[in-house]
C-alpha cells in the first residue's frame, strides 16, 4: 500500500472522525457516527481504498 493521504487530509479526517464519533457519545446523533472510525483509520495508516480506485492522491509530489 503506497500512501495517498497527505497531511493537511490526515488531520481534517481525523478531526471529522472524532467529531462524529464524539457525537454518537453524547447521543446528538445515532449509531451511524460511529462510521468515523473510517476517516480515522485512514488517517492512521495514510492510506484511502478509494482514492485508489479513482486514482487520486493528497501526498505531496517530489521533483527529483
Not at 28 to 37: A, D, F
Not at 48 to 60: D, E, M
Request: aromatic content about 10%; charged content about 10%.
Amino acid at each position: 500500500m503506497k500512501a495517498n493521504v497527505g497531511t493537511i487530509d490526515r488531520i481534517i479526517r481525523v478531526a471529522f472522525g472524532v467529531v462524529l464519533i464524539a457525537a454518537t457519545l453524547t447521543s446528538v446523533i445515532g449509531p451511524w457516527g460511529w462510521i468515523g472510525i473510517v476517516p480515522l483509520g485512514t488517517a492512521v495508516i495514510g492510506f484511502c481504498p478509494a482514492y485508489r480506485l479513482f486514482g487520486l492522491s493528497t501526498c505531496a509530489t517530489r521533483n527529483h
